[in-house]
C-alpha cells in the first residue's frame, strides 16, 4: 500500500489549506454573528456561506468527494482522504465546498441508482450547489441501528405512492434551501427481510410533509442545517420518485453507508489535528504554579497519546480508504467499521484533552472545541453505533474459524 500523494493531489492540498487559512477560519465567527443577528436562526443562510461557496467553486475547489469524473473530481477514496480531513478542521468548512453531509450521501445515491429524470431533477441543482436535502430514514419508535425495523410506510397507489411515517434526526431539513428528502420505507413487509425496504424522492413541499420540530445535539441546534423530526401524512408523490425499485432500499443504504462512513472518520482526524494544534498552542503561555503547561509531564503525556492516536487512525482510515477502491466496499467492510469505531473515540479522547488545557474556556463558544466534541461524539451513533461495527468485525473476524472447525470436525467424524 502506497500512501504517497500523487502531485494532482498535493496541489489540491496545497490549495486547499490556503483557502481555509485565508477564508473559512476567518468565516466562523462571521458565520455565527451573521445567523445570530437573524430574527430566527432559521430564517435564512448567513451570507458569509454563499460567499465562500462561491470563491470555493471559483478556485476548482468544489464536490471533491465524488470519484465519477462526469459529477465530481474524480478522486479515489484514497486521494479524497488528505482533503476531506482538512475540511473536518471546521464545521462549516464541509459546505463550503459542497462535500457536506447528508447532500454527499444523496448525491451519490442519485448519481449510482438515480434515474435520469431523477438526475435532471435533483442532483444537478444539488451538484451546483443551488439546494439542500435531508436523509430521512431514522425512527423515534425504532431501534434504527437495524434499518429493517423502520416502519414508515411506502404504499403503490396507481401511478402515485403514499409515504405515511415519522422520522427523525434528518439532519439538514431546517435550511431554508431544503427543498428534496429521500425517504426509506417499506413497499413489501411480506418480502424477505432486506427486500421489504424501499428509497423514495419526496419535496418537502409536498401536503402531508410537516416538520415537527428541530432537535438539538448537546445543546447545538446547529442552524440553519438542524436536525428534524418529520411526520409524513399521506404524502402523495409520483411513482417514477421511487429510486432503483422496490425492494432495493436496504442494498442502496449499504452502498449510501460506506463512503459516508469514511467520510464522517476522515473529517474527524481533521477535528482531532485541530484541537491537537490548538492544545499545542495554548500551553506554551499558561503557566499555572508558576511553570508552564508545556513542560508539565501530564500534559506532554496527552501531547504524546494524541500524537500517536491520531496518526493510528489516519493509517487505518487510509488502509479502509485504499481497500475500497481496490476491493470495493462490500469486501472492505470490515475495515470501514473499524474505523467507525475507532475514529470518533480518538477524536473525543483528543478534543478533550484539549478542553482540559484550555481549562473553562475550552467550554465555551469561544473556541471550536465544545461544538468539535459534541459532533465527534453524535458520531459514535451516527450511520450505526459503535456496538452494531464492533459486532460485525467479532463476526467477520470469528467466522473463518467457524467454518475451519466445521470441516475439522467433518474430519474427525469421518
Not at 376 to 383: F, K
Request: charged share 25%; net charge negative.
Amino acid at each position: 500500500m502506497d500512501f504517497d500523494y500523487s502531485p494532482k493531489v498535493k496541489a489540491l492540498i496545497s490549495k486547499l489549506e490556503r483557502f481555509m487559512e485565508e477564508n473559512v477560519y476567518p468565516g466562523e465567527k462571521i458565520f455565527e454573528e451573521q445567523l445570530n443577528a437573524q430574527e430566527t436562526r432559521w430564517a435564512a443562510v448567513p451570507p458569509i456561506m454563499e460567499e465562500l461557496k462561491a470563491k470555493a467553486k471559483q478556485d476548482g475547489l468544489w464536490n471533491l468527494f465524488l470519484p465519477d469524473n462526469e459529477y465530481g473530481a474524480g478522486l479515489s477514496n484514497l486521494e479524497y482522504a488528505p482533503l476531506c480531513e482538512i475540511m473536518g478542521r471546521s464545521i462549516i468548512a464541509p459546505e463550503v465546498f459542497n462535500c457536506n453531509a447528508p447532500d454527499t450521501g444523496n448525491m451519490e445515491v442519485l448519481a449510482r441508482y438515480g434515474s435520469d429524470e431523477q438526475k435532471e431533477k435533483w442532483l444537478k441543482p444539488l451538484l451546483n450547489g443551488e439546494i439542500r436535502s435531508c436523509f430521512s430514514m431514522t425512527e423515534p419508535d425504532a431501534a434504527s441501528s437495524d434499518a429493517t425495523n423502520i416502519s414508515c410506510s411506502i404504499v403503490r397507489d396507481g401511478d402515485e405512492y403514499i409515504v405515511n411515517g415519522r422520522k427523525w434526526w434528518s439532519s439538514g431539513a431546517g435550511d431554508p434551501r431544503c427543498k428534496i428528502a429521500i425517504v426509506m420505507g417499506k413497499t413489501n413487509p411480506d418480502a424477505p427481510r432486506h427486500e421489504q425496504q424501499s428509497m423514495i424522492l419526496v419535496p418537502l413541499d409536498t401536503p402531508g410533509v410537516k416538520i415537527e420540530r428541530m432537535l438539538p445535539v448537546f445543546g447545538y441546534d446547529d442552524a440553519p442545517h438542524g436536525h428534524a423530526e418529520i411526520t409524513y401524512e399521506n404524502v402523495r408523490v409520483p411513482a417514477e420518485n421511487i429510486i432503483w425499485g422496490e425492494g432495493k432500499g436496504f442494498a442502496i443504504a449499504q452502498g449510501r453507508l460506506g463512503p459516508g462512513r469514511i467520510h464522517h472518520c476522515m473529517r474527524l482526524i481533521g477535528a482531532a489535528e485541530r484541537a491537537l494544534e490548538l492544545l499545542c498552542k495554548r500551553i506554551q503561555n499558561r503557566a499555572p504554579f508558576g511553570k508552564p503547561l508545556a513542560e508539565q509531564g501530564v500534559i506532554r503525556q496527552w501531547v504524546a497519546e494524541s500524537r500517536i492516536e491520531i496518526e493510528q487512525a489516519r493509517l487505518l482510515t487510509l488502509k479502509a480508504a485504499y481497500r475500497m477502491d481496490t476491493v470495493g466496499n462490500k469486501v472492505a467492510r470490515k475495515e470501514i467499521a473499524m474505523i467507525k469505531a475507532v475514529a470518533p473515540r480518538m477524536a473525543l479522547a483528543v478534543i478533550d484533552r484539549a478542553i482540559q488545557a484550555f481549562g473553562g474556556v475550552g467550554v465555551s463558544d469561544d473556541f471550536p472545541l465544545a461544538r468539535l466534541w459534541a459532533n465527534a461524539r453524535t458520531l459514535r451513533l451516527a450511520d450505526g453505533p459503535d456496538e452494531v461495527h464492533l459486532d460485525q468485525i467479532a463476526r467477520l473476524e470469528i467466522k473463518p474459524y467457524q467454518e475451519r472447525g466445521s470441516a475439522d470436525e467433518r474430519v474427525r467424524t469421518v
